[in-house]
């Protein structure tokens, strides 16, 4: 009915993926106009084009549902449509239905089913509908027991969300720490938690640090410890300055309240990626030359 290189065809014309190209063919019996149409129908074609885009604004958000919490994020391309209704109720829905069906991972998340057709269906159809590239980036849902609280605390209207875990203390206590990482932005809970290669790497910093300090190897080595204290207290949560009591840590303010950190995870919509960086010049001669 249809070869390969049909499939290849298809997608170098419409800028579909694979599966949504055979797909098409499959849909169309081979017809490659036809296949054209269904993937625009679908609202593929459109979405597939604004691939190149970047996409770093957005939402971030948490649903606790008993037990189990999803934190999530989904990109835009604009602050403005990240703040339209439609935008919003996607990302609480897929929220609602990554816990619902306990997805664990992206390809599961993506399967999901939703009103609107699975996720990645419903994805498609919003990008058709809005206009713009939209990205389901990341989600991490969240299990505790009884006896642990879920903390949560959104900032700037979901621009950064903080899900914590805490045993043995109450929720307000749990919230607390939530807002103070979204305010000191920890990466991690304790110095364990922080991988060998990020302390060698550091300490490599800091012994070059001390050296061009003017100090001598031997002491630039003996330096490396003291220093590398300072920096689990800039990156660790417990080690670091409470907010809102700067006189004793994060870790000494939970268990003065008879509570543990079990859990962190922290969302900052559109870190790590590369923002879009507009040339104007390059835009009016672009034009002007009628590119």
Same mark, same amino acid.
């Given at each position: 009915?249809?070869?390969?290189?049909?499939?290849?065809?298809?997608?170098?014309?419409?800028?579909?993926?694979?599966?949504?190209?055979?797909?098409?063919?499959?849909?169309?019996?081979?017809?490659?106009?036809?296949?054209?149409?269904?993937?625009?129908?679908?609202?593929?074609?459109?979405?597939?084009?604004?691939?190149?885009?970047?996409?770093?604004?957005?939402?971030?958000?948490?649903?606790?549902?008993?037990?189990?919490? %999803?934190?999530?994020?989904?990109?835009?391309?604009?602050?403005?449509?990240?703040?339209?209704?439609?935008?919003?109720?996607?990302?609480?829905?897929?929220?609602?239905?990554?816990?619902?069906?306990?997805?664990?991972?992206?390809?599961?998340?993506?399967?999901?089913?939703?009103?609107?057709?699975?996720?990645?269906?419903?994805? %498609?159809?919003?990008?058709?509908?809005?206009?713009?590239?939209?990205?389901?980036?990341?989600?991490?849902?969240?299990?505790?027991?009884?006896?642990?609280?879920?903390?949560?605390?959104?900032?700037?209207?979901?621009?950064?969300?903080?899900?914590?875990?805490?045993?043995?203390?109450?929720?307000?206590?749990?919230?607390?720490?939530?807002?103070?990482?979204?305010?000191?932005?920890?990466?991690?809970?304790?110095?364990?938690?922080?991988?060998?290669?990020?302390?060698?790497?550091?300490?490599?910093?800091?012994?070059?640090?001390?050296?061009?300090?003017?100090?001598?190897?031997?002491?630039?080595?003996?330096?490396?410890?003291?220093?590398?204290?300072?920096?689990?207290?800039?990156?660790?949560? %417990?080690?670091?300055?409470?907010?809102?009591?700067?006189? %004793?840590?994060?870790?000494?303010?939970?268990?003065?309240?008879?509570?543990?950190?079990?859990?962190?995870?922290?969302?900052?919509?559109?870190?790590?990626?590369?923002?879009?960086?507009?040339?104007?010049?390059?835009?009016?001669?672009?034009?002007?030359?009628?590119?």
């Amino acid at each position: 009915m249809f070869s390969a290189s049909d499939i290849k065809a298809l997608r170098e014309r419409t800028g579909a993926g694979m599966l949504d190209c055979k797909k098409a063919l499959e849909e169309s019996n081979g017809d490659m106009d036809k296949a054209v149409d269904w993937l625009r129908e679908k609202g593929i074609s459109k979405a597939a084009k604004k691939e190149a885009r970047i996409a770093a604004e957005g939402l971030s958000e948490i649903i606790i549902k008993d037990n189990k919490a %999803v934190i999530l994020e989904v990109n835009s391309e604009t602050d403005f449509v990240a703040k339209n209704e439609e935008f919003k109720n996607f990302v609480e829905i897929i929220g609602n239905a990554i816990i619902d069906n306990n997805a664990k991972t992206m390809e599961e998340a993506l399967e999901v089913p939703t009103s609107n057709g699975t996720i990645s269906e419903y994805l %498609v159809s919003l990008i058709a509908k809005i206009g713009e590239k939209i990205s389901f980036r990341r989600f991490e849902l969240v299990e505790k027991n009884d006896s642990e609280e879920f903390g949560s605390y959104s900032h700037m209207g979901g621009k950064i969300c903080v899900l914590t875990v805490l045993e043995g203390a109450n929720s307000e206590v749990a919230r607390d720490v939530s807002m103070h990482a979204a305010a000191m932005r920890p990466n991690y809970i304790t110095s364990a938690d922080v991988p060998e290669d990020v302390i060698e790497h550091e300490k490599g910093i800091i012994k070059e640090q001390a050296i061009n300090e003017g100090k001598p190897a031997d002491i630039a080595e003996k330096m490396v410890n003291g220093r590398i204290n300072k920096f689990f207290k800039e990156i660790c949560l %417990v080690e670091q300055a409470f907010v809102k009591d700067p006189d %004793v840590t994060v870790g000494a303010y939970v268990k003065n309240n008879g509570g543990e950190i079990k859990a962190m995870v922290r969302y900052e919509v559109g870190e790590g990626i590369e923002k879009r960086k507009d040339d104007f010049a390059a835009e009016v001669m672009s034009q002007v030359n009628g590119n």
